[in-house]
C-alpha cells in the first residue's frame, strides 16, 4: 500500500434485532452490535478486542451486555504467571497415558472448547455487505488519496516490509523449528568459582533434554511452516512450582504408542502448508460440527468452514520487536501418526494470542482436547513472549457465568474480565460475586470512573466515501441533510477514540 501504511476498513451494522441464542437457546434474545471487516490490522483489532469484541470470520461483533441474554465478558489470561491446576494436571496426565499405550479413556470432554461466533451461539452475519465496491475501489484506488491526506496521521507497517525470508519459522527458539531439531543455543555464564562456564546440572535433565531433542529429530515435518514444541524450561528449585512447560513435555514420553506434533501454519493469507492440509481439516471440522453440535450432515458446507474458521480480515504482519512467525491470523495444527485430530484457530496479535475457535475429530473427546489445546496454546504465548516482550496474554475470548458449562474459561488463572462500562481489567475474583447476584455487572467500583478512550468530537471520526478518506465532519458537510450523525456517534462510542481516528468506516 502507498506510503508502506495499512488501513482497517469496516461497515458497521446497528444491534436493534435479536436472533437465537446458542446457549439458552432463547429465539430472540442475542443482541450485538456488528461490523463488517474488509481488511484489519493487528493493532486495531487489538484494541477492538479490549473493548469487548470478536470476530467470526471476517465478521466483528461486540454483545449488548444489558440486553443480550446470556452476557460474554472478554476473558484474558496471565500468560506468564499461569500455573495448572489439579485438573489440568490431570488432562496433561491423560494424555501422557494415551500418548504412551494408546488407551483412550472413558467419559466425554469435560468443557467445551475455546469458541468464538462460529456455532450456534454466533452472532448473525449481514445480508448486505457491499464488497466488491469496497475491496475493488478501496484498496487498489484509495490509497493513492490516503497518503496524501493531512487527516492520517497513524499507520501499520505493511505486512511483507519486515517478514523474514524463506518459510514462516523461527530458528532463535524452539516455538517453532522447521525440520523438528531444537537449534542448539551458546551457554549462559554460570554463577560459580568460574563465570565462564555454563551452570552444573543434574544428569537427570540432561538425559530428559536429549530425550526430548530426539523425539523432535525423529518427527516429520516436510513442508511444515513450524512446528509448535513448548520449550524446554530450565530445571526447577524445590521451592518452585512446576512450569506448565515441564508437565507438557511429560505428557510426550519416549518410546511411546503413538506420537503427537503441533504445527503452525498461516491461514490468512493461506500458506501452503495450509492449503495442502485444506481437505483433511475441513473433514474434522465436518466430522466435529455433526458429533459435537448436532448439525445435519448437509450443514457444516465447505463454504461455512472457510467463512467461519479460514477467511479473516487480518492480513499478515512483521514487526522488528514482534514474534519471527508475525501477527495474524494461524491454524495450530494437531498431528496424531500423520493426521489431523484437532485444529485451533489463533490470531497472534500485539499484546495477545487469541483463540478463536477449537474442533477435534469426535473419536477423541475423551481426551478433553478444548482444556489440553488451551494449555499448549498458553504455553504457545509464554514462548512468543521471549520474542516480544509485551505479547503475555492469552485471550479466552468470552465468559459467560449465566452458562454454566462455558464456565470453565475461570478456571485459568490469574485471569481478568473487562469491565463493560470503563474497559479496564478485573481480576476474575473481584468479578464473581457481582455476577452471582446479576447477568449483568459493572467490575468497576469506583463510581466516577468512565470509558477514558470515549470519541467525544464524533467529527474526527474517518470515514471513506467515494474512494476519500475524510473525517465525518468533512463528508457530513459534502452529504447535507445526512441523516448517519446517532449511527456514527453511536458506532465512535463502541469502537473508541484511538480506532474511531484510524478505522475507515465505509459510507455509500
Known amino acids: 500500500m502507498a506510503g508502506?501504511?495499512?488501513?482497517?476498513?469496516?461497515?458497521?451494522?446497528?444491534?436493534?434485532?435479536?436472533?437465537?441464542?446458542?446457549?439458552?437457546?432463547?429465539?430472540?434474545?442475542?443482541?450485538?452490535?456488528?461490523?463488517?471487516?474488509?481488511?484489519?490490522?493487528?493493532?486495531?483489532y487489538q484494541d477492538l478486542i479490549d473493548r469487548g469484541w470478536r470476530r467470526s470470520g471476517k465478521y466483528v461483533y461486540k454483545p449488548i451486555l444489558k440486553k443480550?441474554?446470556?452476557?460474554?465478558?472478554?476473558?484474558?489470561c496471565h500468560a506468564l504467571k499461569f500455573q495448572p491446576s489439579k485438573s489440568h494436571k490431570k488432562i496433561l496426565k491423560k494424555m501422557s497415558k494415551f500418548i504412551s499405550k494408546g488407551e483412550l479413556?472413558?467419559?466425554?470432554?469435560?468443557?467445551?472448547?475455546?469458541?468464538?461466533?462460529?456455532?450456534?451461539?454466533?452472532?448473525?452475519?449481514?445480508?448486505?455487505?457491499?464488497?466488491?465496491?469496497?475491496?475493488?475501489?478501496?484498496?487498489?484506488?484509495?490509497?493513492?488519496?490516503?497518503?496524501?491526506?493531512?487527516?492520517?496521521t497513524e499507520g501499520q507497517k505493511k505486512a511483507g516490509d519486515a517478514a523474514p525470508t524463506g518459510s514462516e519459522t523461527s530458528q532463535k527458539d524452539p516455538v517453532s523449528v522447521p525440520d523438528g531439531r531444537t537449534a542448539a543455543a551458546a551457554p549462559k555464564p554460570g554463577m560459580g568459582a568460574d563465570p565462564s562456564r555454563p551452570i552444573c546440572r543434574k544428569a537427570k535433565d540432561l538425559r530428559k533434554e536429549r530425550r526430548l531433542q530426539k523425539d523432535q529429530m525423529r518427527q516429520h515435518t516436510d513442508g511444515v511452516s513450524s512446528i509448535v514444541s513448548p520449550a524446554h524450561p530450565a530445571p526447577t528449585h524445590t521451592n518452585q512450582p512446576k512450569p506448565l512447560e515441564e508437565f507438557?513435555?511429560?505428557?510426550?514420553?519416549?518410546?511411546?504408542?503413538?506420537?503427537?506434533?503441533?504445527?503452525?501454519?498461516?491461514?490468512?493469507p493461506p500458506s501452503p502448508q495450509f492449503k495442502a492440509s485444506f481437505d483433511a481439516s475441513y473433514q474434522v471440522y465436518k466430522l466435529y460440527q455433526m458429533a459435537i453440535?448436532?448439525?445435519?450432515?448437509?450443514?457444516?458446507?465447505?463454504?461455512?468452514?472457510?467463512?467461519?474458521?479460514?477467511?479473516?480480515?487480518?492480513?499478515?504482519?512483521?514487526?522488528?520487536?514482534?514474534?519471527?512467525?508475525?501477527?495474524?491470523?494461524?491454524?495450530?495444527?494437531?498431528?496424531?501418526?500423520?493426521?489431523?485430530?484437532?485444529?485451533?484457530v489463533i490470531d497472534i496479535l500485539p499484546t495477545c494470542v487469541?483463540?478463536?475457535?477449537?474442533?477435534?475429530?469426535?473419536?477423541?473427546?475423551?481426551?478433553?482436547?478444548?482444556?489440553?489445546?488451551?494449555?499448549?496454546?498458553?504455553?504457545?504465548?509464554?514462548?512468543?513472549?521471549?520474542?516480544s516482550p509485551k505479547l503475555s496474554y492469552y485471550y479466552l475470548g468470552f465468559y459467560i457465568h449465566s452458562c454454566p458449562k462455558m464456565r470453565y474459561k475461570g478456571q485459568y488463572r490469574p485471569?481478568?474480565?473487562?469491565?463493560?462500562?470503563?474497559?479496564?481489567?478485573?481480576?476474575?475474583?473481584?468479578?464473581?460475586?457481582?455476577?452471582?447476584?446479576?447477568?449483568?455487572?459493572?467490575?468497576?467500583?469506583?463510581?466516577?470512573?468512565?470509558?477514558?478512550?470515549?470519541?467525544k468530537d464524533v467529527g474526527r471520526a474517518l470515514v471513506l466515501y467515494r474512494r476519500t478518506v475524510m473525517p465525518y465532519a468533512a463528508y457530513s458537510r459534502k452529504r447535507k441533510g445526512s441523516s448517519d450523525e446517532t449511527e456514527v456517534q453511536q458506532y465512535a462510542g463502541l469502537v473508541g477514540q484511538d480506532c474511531a481516528e484510524r478505522i475507515l468506516l465505509y459510507r455509500s
Open 248 to 268: 507438557i513435555n511429560e505428557s510426550l514420553p519416549e518410546n511411546s504408542s503413538h506420537c503427537l506434533e503441533v504445527r503452525l501454519v498461516r491461514s490468512n
Open 415 to 455: 485471569s481478568d474480565l473487562l469491565c463493560p462500562e470503563t474497559y479496564i481489567w478485573v481480576p476474575i475474583e473481584r468479578c464473581l460475586p457481582h455476577l452471582e447476584n446479576s447477568r449483568y455487572a459493572r467490575f468497576n467500583q469506583d463510581p466516577d470512573a468512565g470509558d477514558a478512550r470515549v470519541l
Open 4 to 44: 508502506n501504511k495499512s488501513y482497517t476498513i469496516v461497515e458497521y451494522f446497528g444491534g436493534d434485532d435479536g436472533y437465537r441464542c446458542g446457549y439458552c437457546k432463547n429465539q430472540i434474545g442475542n443482541f450485538s452490535h456488528g461490523m463488517w471487516s474488509h481488511t484489519m490490522t493487528v493493532q486495531d
Open 293 to 344: 453440535h448436532k448439525d445435519p450432515p448437509d450443514k457444516p458446507s465447505e463454504s461455512q468452514f472457510r467463512r467461519f474458521l479460514c477467511d479473516s480480515p487480518l492480513e499478515a504482519e512483521y514487526s522488528p520487536d514482534g514474534p519471527e512467525v508475525g501477527y495474524g491470523s494461524f491454524h495450530q495444527q494437531y498431528w496424531l501418526d500423520g493426521r489431523i485430530v484437532a485444529v485451533g
Open 68 to 76: 443480550t441474554c446470556c452476557p460474554q465478558y472478554t476473558i484474558r
Open 105 to 152: 479413556p472413558k467419559g466425554e470432554e469435560d468443557g467445551e472448547p475455546m469458541d468464538s461466533g462460529c456455532g450456534e451461539a454466533g452472532p448473525r452475519e449481514p445480508s448486505k455487505v457491499c464488497h466488491s465496491e469496497v475491496m475493488c475501489a478501496a484498496i487498489t484506488d484509495i490509497q493513492k488519496e490516503v497518503a496524501e491526506c493531512p487527516t492520517i
Open 354 to 387: 487469541s483463540s478463536v475457535y477449537l474442533y477435534y475429530h469426535p473419536d477423541f473427546a475423551s481426551l478433553s482436547l478444548g482444556s489440553y489445546s488451551a494449555l499448549r496454546e498458553i504455553a504457545f504465548t509464554r514462548q512468543l513472549q521471549k520474542q
